[in-house]
T-cell receptor, first 110, second 116 residues
Framework: GESVGLHLPTLSVQEGDNSIINCAYS??????FIWYKQESGKGPQFIID?????DKRQGQRVTVLLNKTVKHLSLQIAATQPGDSAVYFC?????????FGTGTRLTVIP | KAGVTQTPRYLIKTRGQQVTLSCSPI?????VSWYQQTPGQGLQFLFE???????NKGNFPGRFSGRQFSNSRSEMNVSTLELGDSALYLC???????????????FGPGTRLTVT
């Protein structure tokens, strides 16, 4: 499959700080990207998506940024809370298939 | 509204055996996708079914197969199990089959398969 990778496998942040999780993708033809959150013992949960014709999209406490020039995707979480501790995956679409990164584990320090 | 359910949650098999996993999507969802999740490879797409038809297939050997029933419930089967098939198998359902539409998939908790 396509290479969808992460700059950091783990990230620790203090409660209340902002978190930034990064993701690199390899195929410039990818036109749709999704961030998922996976808590221990659960399946991934859709967080936010973005299309390639956008460079920013905001949700509740989360923002996704897309830089097509360097094929980079980031997820920003504002005022990180203990409940945000999880593994976060980015995924890109190519054709009609999804390709996932290996994930970043976010740990929130109280 | 009940979420995606998968059975069994845990399974231990030996090499060479075959296994069948089951997934019940959210009521009204007609698209069911299967994924394999391992620490080394992450989440990998296996296949997707919509209205009892396989619409998309990932890059897995023919030992991995699936089907979908008229009530949208889906099963996946792995024959001649190998040690490397040990993984968490996730099922996800959605209203849309087109990933370029809003691809809001809802995942089940997964079936943890261990092959010894």
């Amino acid at each position: 499959g396509e290479s969808v990778g992460l700059h950091l496998p783990t990230l620790s942040v203090q409660e209340g700080d902002n978190s930034i999780i990064n993701c690199a993708y390899s195929n410039s033809a990818s036109d749709y990207f999704i961030w998922y959150k996976q808590e221990s013992g659960k399946g991934p949960q859709f967080i936010i998506d973005i299309r390639s014709n956008m460079d920013k999209r905001q949700g509740q406490r989360v923002t996704v940024l897309l830089n097509k020039t360097v094929k980079h995707l980031s997820l920003q979480i504002a005022a990180t809370q203990p409940g945000d501790s999880a593994v976060y995956f980015c995924a890109e679409t190519l054709g009609n298939n999804l390709f996932f990164g290996t994930g970043t584990r976010l740990t929130v320090i109280p | 509204k009940a979420g995606v359910t998968q059975t069994p949650r845990y399974l231990i098999k030996t090499r060479g055996q075959q296994v069948t996993l089951s997934c019940s999507p959210i009521s009204g969802h007609r698209s069911v996708s299967w994924y394999q999740q391992t620490p080394g490879q992450g989440l990998q797409f296996l296949f997707e079914y919509f209205s009892e038809t396989q619409r998309n297939k990932g890059n897995f050997p023919g030992r991995f197969s699936g089907r979908q029933f008229s009530n949208s419930r889906s099963e996946m089967n792995v024959s001649t199990l190998e040690l490397g098939d040990s993984a968490l198998y996730l099922c996800a359902s959605s209203l849309n089959t087109n990933v370029r539409a809003s691809y809001e998939q809802y995942f089940g908790p997964g079936t943890r398969l261990t092959v010894t």
